[in-house]
């Protein structure tokens, strides 16, 4: 008699929150993360009002709740990298901290992609800048818009600055995503800009037109599944992006207003390829 192979795939652990518009948040990084070959274990850490363009209510969940979502996942299951969207609150922040100190406890290099929304993109507010404070310095990668480095670095400067800044405050790689520049070549291209241990690198996306609900959900999401499949940073990076463009490209409406990146569309291109620069 034949039996099932017995098949595994990494796993990523999510910190985010509900967004029923199905755009964002959970809804975003499951689908994501399954596109990128690896298994999404979701924490949900705050229930919003929203639809497809604007936040109309954040409500974080109780922070023992959050630990006790994360820590039936981690009692049994091996966790390959932790990808963190919005805390809700100070005490989920906490919480999630508590549960990545034991998380490096077992495996001192897991990766922990940190995505510090500050506010949707028609400025909405998400998360407390102070439960983005504790989160930080356990990050092995944060991936800021424009104005999220710039409020998170605090420093004067342009991006090379905020970058360096960051760097020192996470004590990991920063990837500055472009896709708010909006003068000289920005206009046309999305320019992100990495900031890794011995040097920086930037590559740079044509930019497409309209507006997208959950883009920066998607790259974070990306990268973790690529490093929890064991890419390295630089890698995971070229993937995470490529795939994102692509997502947005196929994008598609579900209302008037921000469009949903296309998130199930298979890559053109297998992730050993040549990234396009």
């Known amino acids: 008699m034949s039996t099932m192979p017995n098949l595994t795939r990494p796993t990523v652990l999510v910190f985010a929150g509900l967004d029923p518009s199905g755009g964002a948040g959970l809804g975003a990084d499951l689908l994501a993360i399954a596109a990128l070959g690896a298994h999404a274990l979701p924490v949900a850490t705050a229930i919003t009002v929203q639809d497809n363009d604007h936040v109309f209510a954040v409500t ?13 996942l981690v009692r049994k299951m091996q966790v390959h990298a932790v990808k963190l969207g919005i805390p809700g609150s100070v005490a989920n922040a906490a919480a999630i901290v508590r549960v990545i100190t034991l998380l490096r406890q077992r495996h001192p290099g897991l990766p922990v992609v940190l995505d510090p929304v ?24 944060i991936t800021p818009n424009l104005p999220e480095a710039a409020a998170l670095a605090g420093v004067a400067g342009g991006v090379e600055a905020q970058g360096a800044a960051l760097r ?5 790689d920063v990837l500055i995503t472009g896709g708010h520049g909006a003068s000289g070549d920005e206009r ?10 011995a040097s920086a690198r930037s590559w740079r996306w044509p930019r497409l037109a309209g507006a997208f609900h959950g883009s920066g959900c998607t790259l974070a999401a990306a990268i973790a599944a690529r490093l929890a499949c064991g890419d390295a940073v630089g890698a995971a990076l070229d993937t995470a992006q490529r795939y994102t463009h692509e997502a947005l490209a196929e994008a598609f409406s579900i209302a008037c207003g921000q469009r949903i990146p296309a998130r199930c569309q298979r890559l053109s291109r297998l992730p050993h390829e040549e990234p396009f620069l």
């Open 60 to 72: 974080a969940l109780d922070a023992a709740l959050v630990e006790a979502q994360a820590m039936a």
């Open 118 to 141: 500050l506010v949707s993109g028609h400025g909405d507010d998400l998360s407390p800048l102070a439960a983005l404070e504790l989160l930080l310095p356990l990050a092995s990668l």
């Open 168 to 172: 020192r405050r996470c004590r990991g």
């Open 188 to 197: 046309n291209l999305v320019i992100n800009r990495w900031f890794g241990p």
